[in-house]
T-cell receptor, first 114, second 110 residues
Framework: ETGVTQSPTHLIKTRGQQVTLRCSSQ?????VSWYQQALGQGPQFIFQ???????GRGNFPPRFSGLQFPNYSSELNVNALELDDSALYLC?????????????FGPGTRLLVL | QKEVEQDPGPLSVPEGAIVSLNCTYS??????FMWYRQYSRKGPELLMY????GNKEDGRFTAQVDKSSKYISLFIRDSQPSDSATYLC??????????FGSGTKLNVKP
């Protein structure tokens, strides 16, 4: 059974640029959630995708967008990067239909915006 | 007011001690309650989840939920140095939105 993987592990961008982060869900999981974790804080829920549809969204602006593909892997896109977007971005996969509490997290992508 | 409040610690205890970690919340719509452990530079790892008031036990861990007081706890018995990590409480509402506490850093001294 393959765990959740994320790429890249680290990324440096400048303000105003755009970034795409990728996540491969655990085998058999059809739900992916994305989180932003600032240093010393808990993860903040960005959104969730279930079977390629957005299935819940946190309080993040529209410049945070996502996609889920037929193989249930997912992308997080952030446009017009701001300094405050510097954080660890985590994705978590789960089996939908009432089992979403059992989320398995990837190691994260650490984004630094200069 | 944050949706979920958690004391950041750090909490330092000797090996073998009983550890009590707590969170309070303000939103009565929260239905599902979880505890995660996060080691440095790793993603969170699910320890326990529950959706009802009362206690749930798993090995050395006991999760407790009191919905009337909007208060949840995680107890760790016979704590080990390997338990040293940041512990995060999390909650989900009926709209599939998840809310995490800021985490409590635990250090178990040998």
């Amino acid at each position: 059974e393959t765990g959740v993987t994320q790429s890249p592990t680290h990324l440096i961008k400048t303000r105003g640029q755009q970034v795409t982060l990728r996540c491969s869900s655990q085998s058999g999981h059809n739900t992916v959630s994305w989180y932003q974790q600032a240093l010393g804080q808990g993860p903040q829920f960005i959104f969730q995708y279930y079977r390629e549809e957005e299935n819940g969204r946190g309080n993040f602006p529209p410049r945070f967008s996502g996609l889920q593909f037929p193989n249930y892997s997912s992308e997080l896109n952030v446009n017009a990067l701001e300094l405050d977007d510097s954080a660890l971005y985590l994705c978590a996969s789960s089996l939908g239909g009432g089992n979403q509490e059992t989320q398995y997290f990837g190691p994260g992508t650490r984004l630094l915006v200069l | 007011q944050k949706e979920v409040e958690q004391d950041p610690g750090p909490l330092s205890v000797p090996e073998g001690a009983i550890v009590s970690l707590n969170c309070t919340y303000s939103n009565s719509a929260f239905q599902y309650f979880m505890w995660y452990r996060q080691y440095s530079r790793k993603g969170p790892e699910l320890l326990m989840y529950t959706y009802s008031s009362g206690n749930k036990e798993d090995g050395r861990f006991t999760a407790q939920v009191d919905k009337s007081s909007k208060y949840i706890s995680l107890f760790i018995r016979d704590s080990q140095p390997s338990d040293s990590a940041t512990y995060l409480c999390a909650m989900r509402d009926n709209f599939n939105k998840f809310y995490f506490g800021s985490g409590t850093k635990l250090n178990v001294k040998p």
